[in-house]
């Protein structure tokens, strides 16, 4: 280090090692000292992130017709440099608990596995599709609200897809509004057509009336009892299952007709000028 000499030089001599210690260390100015601001540490998600003694989380429950008992799906959470702005939540482990134990192996080691690739940090939504893309060959069941799932494995693909969009990880496309308004006008339209085909239907049926040879129409109480309990005992059933169906799609929100969309697995596509169409997501083949 260089030392600038700013008096005249009376004498000097050679300076030993040992003498180094007692060598005056020119210091610098206060003012050309620069003060740096100590840097935060920015915590990322790693599998070296020690576990605290409490976690927050969610429990979900699928009630599935594949199994006679519920399944109970428990995700928690860490927090990440809480209290700052780089504050992060991030799953930490999950735990499926259930009354039947027929699946006890395959259960525990699936979700060791989730809860290893959680710690192990990074993008972790991709678990998502990969479990929601396993199908049972039995085949698969719907939803409360008409959605498809093919495997229980599935369904619990949507529980993480649902936690993850909780706490910020997953996001839900928008759709843009030339989109909405496109959906809702389709969906108008169809709904017009059904409602004009059912009229037209009874409108027929009033106009061609009764045959010249129809036969005398027979009374009730022509008919033996067991005959006619039989009828009544039919057209009970028939008016069941009618309003069955009609509250199964108000419930789901989309006409009768609608068909399942390979895009969201749920029963709302429409044919609409030759185009189908799906008016939960709005994905259509015509692009």
Request: overall charge neutral; aromatic content about 6%; proline content about 6%.
């Amino acid at each position: 280090m260089a030392i600038k000499i700013s008096k005249k030089i009376k004498g000097y001599s050679v300076g030993k090692p040992e003498d180094a210690a007692h060598i005056p260390v020119a210091s610098p100015e206060p003012r050309d000292v620069i003060e740096v601001p100590a840097k935060a540490e920015v915590i990322q998600m790693h599998e070296k992130v020690e576990r605290p003694d409490t976690l927050i989380g969610a429990t979900y429950k699928i009630k599935s017709p594949l199994f006679e008992h519920a399944l109970y799906v428990t995700i928690n959470d860490i927090v990440l440099n809480a209290g700052t702005e780089h504050e992060l939540r991030r799953p930490f482990e999950i735990f499926i608990n259930s009354k039947n134990m027929d699946h006890f192996q395959w259960i525990v080691a699936l979700t060791r596995i989730m809860s290893a690739v959680f710690r192990k940090g990074g993008d972790v939504t991709f678990l998502v599709e990969e479990l929601k893309a396993v199908f049972d060959p039995r085949g698969g069941y719907f939803k409360a609200g008409g959605v498809y799932m093919p495997s229980i494995v599935a369904e619990l693909g949507a529980i993480v897809e649902q936690h993850l969009k909780m706490i910020g990880l997953l996001h839900d496309p928008e759709l843009d509004p030339e989109q909405r308004r496109l959906i809702a006008e389709k969906r108008a339209a169809y709904e017009a057509r059904v409602a004009g085909k059912d009229s037209k239907k009874k409108s027929d049926v009033s106009a061609k009336g009764k045959p010249a040879n129809a036969a005398a129409p027979i009374e009730p109480q022509d008919l033996s009892a067991d005959l006619a309990g039989a009828l009544g005992e039919t057209a009970r059933k028939s008016d069941a299952v009618e309003e069955q169906a009609v509250e199964s799609t108000s419930a789901n929100g989309y006409p009768p007709g609608a068909t399942m969309c390979n895009k969201c697995n749920t029963k709302a596509v429409i044919l609409m000028d030759g185009c189908a169409t799906c008016l939960s997501c709005g994905y259509s083949k015509c692009g």
